[in-house]
Each structure stands twice: as structure tokens, then as C-alpha cells.
């Protein structure tokens, strides 16, 4: 058997070699097949069925090219008899055949479809650097944009001062307490301060809403609630006359209809009332004498040096002639705002006989920086010699004086006055922010000075003794003790003269540092 299938392959050797084709295909034995795959085979088997896809048969036709390029180099090697077999590596790429073939995969429809186009995008190693440095310029190109949308009052760079009042039922109110920790802020002094810290208190943050706000006040366009009170007002509420009452705002004499987007700027007058409705309003603080040629003048300054705690009057004391008409020419030197107000013979400040500086180049009553200033005052004293003060305007502790005198004008700097007799002299020193001593000690009915320095370095203090009652009052008219000047600034001398009749232990503070400065002073 063996013999005979010897033969058979043996016959059909010579048949191919001699260009016949056997009759039909048949399934030749493992042997015939690894024969057939020899480099000695001259003839590649061709595929006897043609049912394959179009891939298939590409995958066909490639194979029939790489065979054929295996054809070629053994017939080379055939034709070069006697010499040894040589395989090159570049044998591939002179076979001009493809190296490999990747079936495409068919492509899914609906969102596996989608997922599966996204998740195989592909991008050069440069597109992400580009997009970080696209999205790192766009934050902080949003963020130069909206710092420069902000609007003023900026972070150091703006520092401003408007005065305020606030009425309720036609009756003026204290000042609002002092509350710090925020650039917009007051402190107790009737201005509105505005030099904000931080970002927030920056353009909007500044606004007349949010001032009340920092201060644990209300204002509203129907209701409003003062900073340091519990009583709320609402439109509509009875004022004691029965009429009812309405939250209303004013700036420079002028009715604001919507206050919610108004911020206080530099030199306003802002009034803030609840009653009834006002057609108009009026700001009746001050007497305005028009300037005549060929009256005299007198030269003040005002200045700083960038800072509120060392504003100053150059001079400090400036002297007139009862009855005399004059012109006092302001200049702010500094670096911040200023203003001047002179109190009337009735040594009040806001009222109807004040007299105030206006600016030269500008609106309002508030000097900015290098701007003159002028104001025409005349005093009538009826014969008696009196010292009057003036203030700025910005801030109320910085003080001068004005000594109206009969006959001629005497030298600027007045003479000290005579100190009021006491059983004793305590002294005290208010530091930034304490008292030394913390604990004093008088007797009952026993008149005292407590001589009062301020040696800073920066703030302004005072010192309030609480009445019979134990409570701190700050209405006009209560029985505390409070020194003078009420607001007694840096390097600036004050005293508090008073006496307690009852025996107890009275608590005393700062009214501009309740919190931190206290003490307490024992009545025997």
C-alpha cells in the first residue's frame, strides 16, 4: 500500500511538472500537505470555493501575492544551483507584499456608537498643552475683566467720607454707634467712612444698603432698622401724631426714589428719615454769607500724611473781631479727603448757624486732595469774648478754634483757660486699645478730674462712665459721665470731670473700643 501511494504522488509530480491539472480536487494526506507547502513545490493550491465576503477574499488575494513572491525567490534560488541557501532580511519588502491587513470593525449605531467615535479620537501630544494654557489665560482674563468691571470705592485707592443724619417722625437721632472691622464703616462721629478692606466691600459692597448691614442695620425700600436698635419701621406704621410714616433717603438736598444701588461717595450729604411723606428736603445746617471784595483773608491748611490719625489744622487757632466779615481760604495738603465746619454761638454742629467750606472746583462739601476750599463767616456776640470750634468734616476729631474777640484781633494762640476745681486729680492713659489704670477709686459725693492722654500710636479714644443705673446711655440728656473732647485723638490732652453720690462699682469704656477697652471705677 505503502509502494502504491509512492507511485501515485510520483505520477502527480510529473503531471504538474508537465502543466496538467489533476481532474478534481481532492483532500491530499497530512504528508501531501506538508510536502505541498516545501520550498521545493512549484504550484500553490487554489481555493476551491469563492462563498467568502469581500474581506475574505481580499485576505484571498493577498495571500495569492504573498505566494507569489515566494515563488519568485526560490526560482532565484533555483537558478543559482550549487550555491548556498541565502535569506535576506529585506526579502519581505522586495516581495512588494503588504505586511499585515486589520479587518475594519463595523461601526455601531445609536450612543455605543457615539461613545465608541468619542472615546477613539485621537490627538497629538501638543492639543492638550494648548487647551491648559487656553483655560489658564481665560481664568485670568475673567478675572482682570471683572476686577476692572468693579467700580469704585477701590482698595487703597479710594477713601472717602459723606456725613449723614438720621430722623424718625421729624426728630433727629444720635449718631449711630462706632462699628469697625469693615472699610465701610463709621465711628459714632456722623460720617459714613468708606475705605473698603476687601474685594466684597469694593463698587456695590459700598452701598448705602450694605453700610447698614455691616453695622447690624435695615434699610430697605419699605423698612428700616438703625444699627445698634431692635425697632423696625415700616411703611405704613403711625408716627405719634397718627400720620403714617414712610422710609425715605435724600443726597445733597435732593429725594432719592431708589436707594438700593446708591453708594455714598466723597462730600455727600445723605439724610435718612421715617415719617411722613416730604415733597422736598431741606438741609438746614449752616449760614451762607456771600463774599465781598476787599474783606479779609486768612489762610488754613489741612493736611495728612496718608493716614487719619495724624490729620491736623495748620493753625490750629485762628483769632477774629466781633462783628468782622472774613474769608477763610482752606488748602488740603494731604493725601485723603478733608473738610472744614465751624460751629455757631451755639457751639452745636449741625445746626442753622454753622458755617462750612465749600470746594472751589467741585460739589458737596469734602476738599479732595490738593483742592482749595473757601467759606465767608461773620460771628455777633453781643460784647462777650467766646472761643468757638471748628472741626473736619471727614473726621470729627481733628478740631481747631476760633477765638471771637472785641476790638482788635488778638495773636492766634489763645491763653489757656482756668480748670474747674476738684477734691481730686486722677490721671489715665488710653493706648490702642487699653486703659492703664484698668480699676479707680473715689469717694462718694467727692468731686474728681481724671486727666485723660491719648498717646496712640493710631486711634482715637474716650472714655464713658456709666450713670446710677449701671447702662451705658448714649441719648443726649442721660446720666452718664463722658470726658472731653468726645473724641479725643492722638497726642491730643482730654479730661472727665464728675462725681458720684451713691457707693457701687460703675463699669467705664471706650465708645470707640467697647469691647476691648473697659474698666471699672469703685465709689466708696
Known sequence: MAEERGKRRRGRRRGRQEGHQP?????APPEEIEEAQSPDQSETPQPTSSRFSFRLRRRRDAGKAREAGKERIRSEERATAGSARHVSPMDFWRSGTARTHREQPIRRQGPAGLWSRITGLYFPPWVPVVAIILVVFGILGALFISRTATGAPRIGKDHWHATYKYFVCGQVQPNFPTWEGVGVHTHGDGIIH???FTPAEEGSGARLEKWFEYGGGKLTGDEVRAPGSSKTYANGDACPDGRPGVVQVSVNGAPLDDWSRFIPHDGDRVRISFGPAEEATTLDDRTVIPDTPGIRKIDLLVTDDGTEANTKFEPASIAVTDGETVKIAVKNTGKISHGLRISGGDKQYGTKDDFVAKPVTSSGDIMQPGEDGTVVVRFETGGTDINLE????TLNQVTGTIVVRQGAAPTPTASPEAKEAVDVTLDMKMGDNFFEPKQLTVKAGQKFRINLTNPGPQFVHNLRIAGPDGQYDVQAGGDDLVSTPAVQKVGQPGELVGKI????????????HPTEMTGTITVQ
Open 390 to 393: 471748628f472741626r473736619d468734616e
Open 194 to 196: 468708606i475705605h473698603p
Open 23 to 27: 481532474a478534481r480536487p481532492e483532500k
Open 501 to 512: 453720690d451713691t457707693t457701687g462699682v460703675y463699669p467705664f469704656k471706650c465708645d470707640f
